[in-house]
């Protein structure tokens, strides 16, 4: 049981927008900044949002972070049949890094 | 740029010590401007933070977890590493090395942790 809340899946067709939520509570979001991975199958997990809405250099506009109480949100535009990959929220929470369970986004 | 890469056995035996080492290349682990940490991912499942360290041997560890882990560094190898005693199967897992900028906001207490760069992992297997 993680201590940040994911959907399991998510899909959407190519070209589409997607929303992916993580939700928490004041120890954890509610109080402190998310981060944002993609893992493609098989790979390490890699940055993709940083301090709740900073994306690192190269990571495209397509990509998107948002947070709102103790509830964050990924937003993926113009999806590609690439952006096909588990998805993972996480921030600190008291004493520790905390992840969600991990979004597996379909691209139809 | 900056590489990390893990390294070390692949099966442990139960109630052994798994140790496993991650080399910094492209860049000094004594910059001082990051964290080092280590993190598991059991086979299918997601994301566990295990710890880490700092250039000085500062470490802050999970505390799900503080009880059988050690993470140490060697400045002059440029190198990380972990050590986890007792394991069971429920340790099998891949273990990623990762650069962690972490840091504490304007207001004293909102802490921001991201893991920007990541070693491509390593399976470690518990098992007799």
């Known amino acids: 049981q993680s201590v940040l809340t994911q959907p399991p899946s998510v899909s959407a067709a190519p070209g589409q927008k997607v929303t992916i939520s993580c939700s928490g509570s004041?120890?954890?979001?509610?109080?402190?900044?998310v981060s944002w991975y993609q893992q493609l199958p098989g790979t390490a997990p890699k940055l993709l949002i940083y301090d709740n809405n900073k994306r690192p250099s190269g990571i495209p506009d397509r990509f998107s972070g948002s947070k709102s109480g103790t509830s964050a949100t990924l937003g993926i535009t113009g999806l590609q049949t690439g952006d096909e990959a588990d998805y993972y929220c996480g921030t600190w929470d008291s004493s520790r890094v905390v992840f969600g369970g991990g979004t597996k986004l379909t691209v139809l | 740029q900056v590489q990390l890469q893990e390294s070390g056995p692949g099966l442990v035996k139960p109630s052994q010590t798994l140790s496993l080492t991650c080399t910094v290349s492209?860049?000094?682990?004594?910059?001082?401007?990051?964290?080092w940490s280590w993190i598991r991912q059991p086979p299918g499942k997601g994301l566990e933070w295990i710890g880490y360290?700092?250039?000085?041997?500062?470490?802050y560890y999970n505390p799900s977890l503080k009880s059988r882990v050690t993470i140490s560094v060697d400045t002059s190898k440029n190198q990380f590493s972990l050590k986890l005693s007792s394991v069971t199967a429920a340790d099998t897992a891949v273990y990623y090395c990762?650069?962690?900028?972490?840091?504490?906001?304007?207001?004293?207490?909102?802490?921001?942790?991201?893991?920007?760069?990541w070693g491509q992992g390593t399976m470690v297997t518990v098992s007799s």
């Open positions: 492209g860049g000094s682990i004594s910059s001082g401007d990051y964290y």
């Open positions: 360290i700092y250039y000085s041997g500062s470490t």
């Open positions: 004041s120890s954890n979001i509610g109080n402190n900044y």
């Open positions: 990762a650069r962690d900028q972490n840091y504490y906001d304007s207001s004293g207490y909102r802490r921001s942790d991201a893991f920007d760069i």
